[in-house]
Nanobody
Framework: QVQLVESGGGLVQPGGSLRLSCAAS????????MNWYRQAPGKECELVAA????????NYADSVKGRFTIFRDNAKNTVYLQMNSLKPEDTAVYYC?????????WGQGTQVTVSS
C-alpha cells in the first residue's frame, strides 16, 4: 500500500532553515507528481509546492516563492522541501501528498514551528 513518511520538522527561529523529507513506498515513485501541503491552525490546507515526475517542473505558492525549494531523488523514492528564510507565518503541519489511482494519499505530517 502507499506509504508517505515525513521527517525533518522542528522549532526554528525566524530567518532559519529546515529541510523536510518524505520517503515514499507502495507505488512507482518516479512516475508521479509529488506535492507538499501545509495546514496552520484555523486555516485551510495550502498547496506549498509541487514537482513533476522527473523534477524538471516545479510550482510554488506565492507565499513561499524564492524561499522554499522542492526537489526529489527518484533513486531514493524521496521528495524534499528545503525551507529558507523561515517566517512565523510558515508555522504549520507539513504534509507530503500524492494523487494516485484516483485517491489522495497523505503522510502523517511533520510540525514546523517558527518562533523566537
Amino acid at each position: 500500500q502507499v506509504q508517505l513518511v515525513e521527517s525533518g520538522g522542528g522549532l526554528v527561529q525566524p530567518g532559519g532553515s529546515l529541510r523536510l523529507s518524505c520517503a515514499a513506498s507502495g507505488f512507482t515513485f518516479s512516475r508521479y507528481v509529488m506535492n507538499w501541503y501545509r495546514q496552520a491552525p484555523g486555516k485551510e490546507c495550502e498547496l506549498v509546492a509541487a514537482i513533476s515526475s522527473t523534477g524538471g517542473s516545479k510550482n510554488y505558492a506565492d507565499s513561499v516563492k524564492g524561499r522554499f525549494t522542492i526537489f526529489r531523488d527518484n533513486a531514493k523514492n524521496t521528495v524534499y522541501l528545503q525551507m529558507n528564510s523561515l517566517k512565523p507565518e510558515d508555522t504549520a503541519v507539513y504534509y507530503c501528498n500524492i494523487y494516485w489511482s484516483a485517491t489522495n494519499y497523505w503522510g502523517q505530517g511533520t510540525q514546523v514551528t517558527v518562533s523566537s
